[in-house]
């Protein structure tokens, strides 16, 4: 995994600008801490940070080919998981190859079938690709957007990036944060409009989506959607189908040439990524699987059941890791370090984001990265399979709007009177949740409940889904780790989008068909073992040190938040712990203490990124 920048300029000899793709790439160092590359030509410069896990001699980047008198070049943020298919396949065209990265095979890939090759590709990925001759410059995400790809246009220059800063490096970009923007922090926040982004003229390449800068223009173009088609299997068909699709994607990521390890908190999801990880390290005599989990300092002491987290993940790790003979070690974190990192997880995003959610996964990761370097984790699967209490709930079913972001009256509030007079954050959001509801094929086959989840799935995999998506890789990659995360294969993807809800939710239950799929390989009390979200610390010290924290910004009536938020809701807030927010943030995680720490994201935010305010 690794980081990619780089600008375009048709109309200008661009080959020596050193001093600006230099500080633009630096600005990624942390997704590539191994290696740097540059390339210059006279209307394409490219900057690359690498974290070396295939390949260390064969995958050095920028890489540049030379084929029938035409020079590509490439710059590639992924792991390509179809490689070895890919690579004979070019052989069988008569190409050969200098090492064994899949960074040679997706360049060759291009050579091969130009445009069409995002068709050919079963991995994660953001990448550019350069051909001089044509002078054009083809660009593309993955499938569901588990790698980050920006650009924008700017005096004749299309400027691209792995991460945001990276594209305010370049000089003459404006910080500017403008109606649109301040709806989506705020009334969509921490979630965003696929293809939007907070920032004025800086936008988001969707997933499953490419792109074309030349001299016609920049053209954008989808490749890839989930197609609704009547599931004609039965049970026992469907069953083998989902399982052999799960397992060969599980298989196919386990490769790396750097220590690999899963994630394990003894929820259902990681349980099954830690027992194909643990079987394979078996069958290749590489000794016992070494897993981690995280914890939080006087947890066990403090935690309270409520529907979204009905238990503890302690008993549960125990079970597997005595199943699988795991190497396991436990993270634990500390109250004060917690909220330290909030400032480094709202950099890493560029953006306010999950708060402590998102800073205790930057510190995860950061204390396994010594020891590790690539994790397989058990995301995606609520979203594929349908996991989510939203999914079952009848409030956030008939809610009307987003279900895990049902407090819109308290946002409209949180923000300055001033600011809510000129904007209807209910408008915006109305907006963008019946935009992404027309999106949804709904067959005259479906029952009323699979049309139902149908909508539900599809809002879940194209907002909450990417939400997470951005969290790993932000919080990951900011310590030079890379995330893997095997449920979020598109086949897998495709094939149960299809699932009537009733086989999908088997038995009444929150990812039915998966538990029994898995009742015979997993322990009963794993399979049987209700969802529970990534764990977050429930020690009332962590609400005293936000509290703290956010009384400290509110002292100050000059703090930049004053400008953009409702300072006496903001008070209240305080005042009353966060109850005076009835409703979670977001999500099943951020209730009181979480909009606290979101609130003091927000004043770092501003103080950092100074955007300028247009309304």
């Not at 650009?151 to 944060?177: C, H, M, Q, R, W």
Request: charged share 25%; net charge negative; hydrophobic share 35%.
């Amino acid at each position: 995994m690794c980081g990619i920048t780089g600008f375009v300029n048709l109309t200008k000899d661009i080959s020596k600008n050193k001093n600006i793709i230099i500080p633009m790439n630096e600005s990624i160092k942390k997704r590539g801490p191994d290696e740097e590359g540059y390339y210059y030509d006279k209307h394409a410069v490219l900057g690359h940070k690498r974290l070396i896990v295939i390949d260390p001699e064969g995958g050095k980047q920028p890489m540049t080919v030379r084929y029938n008198n035409c020079t590509y070049t490439i710059v590639y943020n992924g792991q390509l998981y179809n490689t070895p298919e890919l690579r004979d396949e070019l052989t069988e065209n008569g190409f050969t190859f200098e090492g064994y990265s899949d960074t040679e095979v997706l360049l060759k890939s291009y050579i091969q079938w130009g445009y069409d090759v995002v068709k050919k590709l079963n991995g994660i990925f953001g990448f550019a690709i350069w051909n001089a001759n044509k002078q054009e410059l083809f660009f593309a995400r993955d499938h569901f957007g588990v790698k980050p790809l920006y650009y924008t246009l700017e005096d004749n220059n299309f400027i691209f990036a792995s991460e945001i800063k990276s594209i305010l490096a370049f000089p003459g970009i404006k910080v500017e944060l403008d109606k649109q923007g301040i709806s989506e922090l705020f009334g969509l926040g921490p979630a965003h409009t696929p293809g939007v982004v907070a920032f004025k003229n800086v936008l988001e390449l969707r997933p499953a989506h490419f792109g074309i800068f030349n001299s016609s223009g920049l053209h954008i173009e989808r490749y890839w959607s989930l197609v609704s088609k009547p599931h004609e299997d039965s049970l026992k068909t469907t069953c083998e189908k989902t399982r052999f699709l799960l397992e060969d994607s599980i298989q196919r990521q386990l490769v790396s040439d750097v220590p690999l390890c899963t994630f394990l908190s003894g929820g259902l999801d990681s349980s099954i990524i830690t027992l194909y990880a643990a079987n394979y390290c078996k069958d290749n005599n590489l000794g016992p699987l070494t897993t981690y989990s995280v914890d939080y300092k006087d947890n066990d002491k403090n935690f309270v059941k409520t529907d979204f987290q009905p238990n503890s993940d302690n008993y549960y790790i125990d079970i597997m890791k005595k199943k699988l003979d795991t190497n396991h070690k436990v993270i634990m974190l500390d109250t004060p370090e917690l909220a330290k990192a909030l400032e480094d997880a709202m950099i890493a995003r560029d953006l306010p984001g999950m708060a402590d959610v998102d800073s205790s996964l930057l510190l995860f990761c950061k204390n396994v990265k010594p020891e590790a370097t690539v994790s397989l984790t058990g995301e995606c699967s609520d979203e594929i399979f349908g996991g989510y209490p939203w999914f079952f709930r009848d409030d956030a079913l008939n809610s009307g709007t987003f279900p895990w972001s049902i407090a819109i009256d308290e946002r409209q509030k949180l923000l300055n009177p001033e600011i809510g007079a000129r904007l209807n954050l209910k408008e915006y959001i109305d907006y963008r949740y019946y935009e992404s509801l027309q999106e949804v094929e709904i067959l005259d086959e479906d029952s009323m409940e699979t049309a139902q989840k149908r909508k539900i799935s599809h809002l879940t995999l194209n907002w909450f889904m990417q939400t997470l998506l951005d969290r790993s890789d932000r919080m990951a990659m900011y310590n030079g780790f890379e995330l893997r995360v095997p449920f979020c294969d598109y086949r897998l993807a495709e094939y149960v989008w299809n699932i009537p809800w009733e086989m999908k939710a088997l038995h009444g239950r929150e990812k039915g068909l998966l538990r029994y799929i898995m009742k015979d390989l997993l322990p009963e009390e794993i399979v049987d073992r209700k969802k529970s979200p990534y764990p977050k610390t429930w020690n009332p010290t962590y609400l005293y040190v936000v509290k703290q924290m956010l009384t400290k910004i509110m002292s100050d009536k000059n703090a930049p938040i004053n400008s953009l938020l409702n300072r006496d809701y903001i008070l209240e807030i305080l005042n009353t712990n966060g109850t005076a927010f009835t409703r979670p943030w977001f999500g099943q995680l951020m209730t009181g203490p979480q909009l606290m720490a979101y609130l003091c994201q927000v004043n770092m935010w501003l103080e950092k990124y100074q955007p300028k305010i247009e309304l």
